[in-house]
């Protein structure tokens, strides 16, 4: 099996990341393959709801100046996803929101492709923000139908500098539960296929009050 991790912040190895592999080394343990991919350096522009995903259903974004639409494919292959952020005034790193809200919307308009995938939300934060921009990110996984491990906490931690957040030892215990749950999650789905029925699909019901 394997997990691609999203990592939202500008600085490549900084506390998001040293969350994610705190993770990644769970699930290692258990024979899962962790890629991380590095979003928050890159240049993503947000959606333009033009809704041509929606029409074309190719699994593509219609904007294809940068990696968002081989990231899709990326998840697409994954059998868990990790989705990790900084807090930027308490919300979700600017580059990663815009990945997040086409990737995301691609993925669900294409027949749900994430669907009862095992997705997992980590936030490096300095000080405060962290519970929000925490929950935004579960938004994301809520939305897609997949499945999502819990922690012993809520999955935020500590630090400024890079690697400070490894002095937090609360923190540290929270991804490393976080890992080992989410591991032991992975195996129930993949050892229940073809054992387990799953429930079938429903199209999206959409409306709105104005009428």
């Known amino acids: 099996m394997k997990v691609v991790a999203f990592n939202g912040s500008p600085n490549k190895e900084g506390n ?6 705190i993770l990644a080394g769970e699930l ?14 890159k240049v993503v522009r947000g959606c333009i709801a033009c809704n041509n995903c929606v029409k074309n259903k ?16 990326k998840m697409k292959e994954a059998d868990g996803i990790i989705l990790g952020s900084p807090v930027h005034y308490s919300a979700i790193a600017g580059t990663m929101k815009s990945f997040l809200d ?3 919307y691609v993925t669900s308009v294409n027949d749900g492709m994430l ?12 000080r405060a923000g962290g519970i929000p921009t925490f929950n935004q990110l579960n938004n994301y996984i809520n939305y897609s139908e997949m499945l999502m491990p819990t922690s012993n906490y809520w999955n935020v ?21 976080l890992g080992k ?9 993949e050892n229940g296929k073809g054992k387990v029925k799953e429930p079938e699909r429903e199209e999206k ?7």
């Open 16 to 21: 998001t990341y040293h969350a994610i592999k």
């Open 28 to 41: 290692e343990k258990e024979g899962i393959e962790t890629e991380i991919v590095h979003v928050g350096n």
């Open 58 to 73: 190719n699994e593509r974004c219609i904007i294809s100046t940068d990696p968002v639409n081989e990231w899709i494919q």
């Open 102 to 104: 086409r990737a995301f």
């Open 115 to 126: 669907r009862h995938k095992v997705g997992a939300s980590v936030v490096a934060v300095r």
């Open 157 to 177: 931690i500590n630090g400024t500098a890079p690697g400070e957040a490894m002095q937090d030892e609360e923190g540290v215990q929270i991804m490393s539960v």
């Open 181 to 189: 749950n989410m591991a032991w999650l992975m195996n129930l789905v």
């Open 205 to 211: 019901v959409f409306m709105n009050f104005i009428r």
